[in-house]
């Protein structure tokens, strides 16, 4: 299994990385970030038909809560009606994870690469050997120069610069996507959920290479590039919250200022006293 691993996947990403290197002036960082941007264009099918399942999803909120206040206490029943709805909207609610089922392992033969490509010992040149193709533009390439900018590719970033771009960039790709909703326990589940994943990479940028977190960086920028022209902007990033908008219904005194609705009520009192005080008078005059 290892060797089907290491002949197709493994050794194809580890020479074309070294030959990209070999081609970009021999600059390992350079060659990650042409590698991410020609990945994700390649995944660009996979991208829109997530935002196409995200969107569609996301219409059919009103109708899926409904079904869960209607089917509450059978939930067999709830999960045959929700079945049912996406079949009739024609939404696979799995749509959703392809891109990132793809991208892991990506991310595990990356993660291999970096550590073969940039070998530091004679032992580990003599393995790298082993996975290297007879192309003359990887042959020239090794050993590589594992600094790009301040980074040493091979290990974390001790600056932390890195965690702080994979998270932010990962919390403005998920907002952009993420709809405000109106239910106060699943708006809690979203914002939770939008502040746990960028947390977590951010996490995992502290004890990886810094190539790959060059990678998730890269990939987070271009994400939301193809975010904002897909889905016509900044999408939900820059809209008002459902809780920054009237409901219907609402009485319309809660969104006066203070001092407008004390003074109505001062001037309905005096009304509403007036009142009292002309039937008083007319019963005491009969």
Request: charged share 15%; hydrophobic share 45%; with cysteine.
């Amino acid at each position: 299994m290892a060797e089907l691993w290491n002949t197709i996947i493994l050794e194809p990403i580890l020479n074309s990385l070294i030959a990209l290197c070999s081609i970009l002036g021999g600059s390992f960082g350079l060659a990650i970030i042409v590698f991410t941007v020609v990945t994700r264009i390649a995944l660009l099918p996979l991208t829109l038909r997530q935002t196409k399942s995200t969107k569609a999803i996301q219409e059919l909120q009103p109708k899926l809560q409904e079904l869960q206040k209607k089917y509450a206490k059978d939930q067999q029943k709830l999960q045959q009606e929700m079945i049912k709805l996406y079949r009739e909207a024609g939404v696979n609610p799995l749509g959703c994870l392809w891109p990132l089922l793809v991208q892991l392992p990506i991310w595990i033969v990356l993660y291999q690469s970096i550590m073969q490509a940039l070998a530091a010992t004679p032992e580990n040149l003599l393995n790298l050997a082993q996975h290297l193709y007879s192309w003359d533009l990887v042959t020239r390439a090794v050993p590589l120069n594992e600094r790009f900018l301040w980074l040493q590719l091979s290990k974390p970033d001790p600056n932390l610069i890195l965690a702080l771009l994979v998270g932010a960039t990962m919390w403005v790709q998920q907002k952009m996507v993420t709809p405000p909703a109106a239910d106060p326990r699943q708006q809690s589940v979203n914002n939770m959920t939008l502040m746990m994943m960028p947390l977590m990479f951010a996490l995992f940028t502290l004890s990886f290479p810094s190539g790959l977190a060059l990678y998730w960086v890269v990939s987070n920028v271009v994400g939301i590039v193809i975010q904002y022209f897909v889905g016509g902007g900044w999408g939900y990033l820059r809209r008002p919250s459902v809780s920054d908008k009237p409901a219907s219904g609402r009485d319309v005194t809660a969104s006066k200022p203070p001092s407008k609705v004390l003074k109505k009520g001062v001037e309905e009192s005096k009304v509403i006293s007036k009142a009292a005080e002309a039937r008083k008078g007319g019963f005491f005059r009969k």
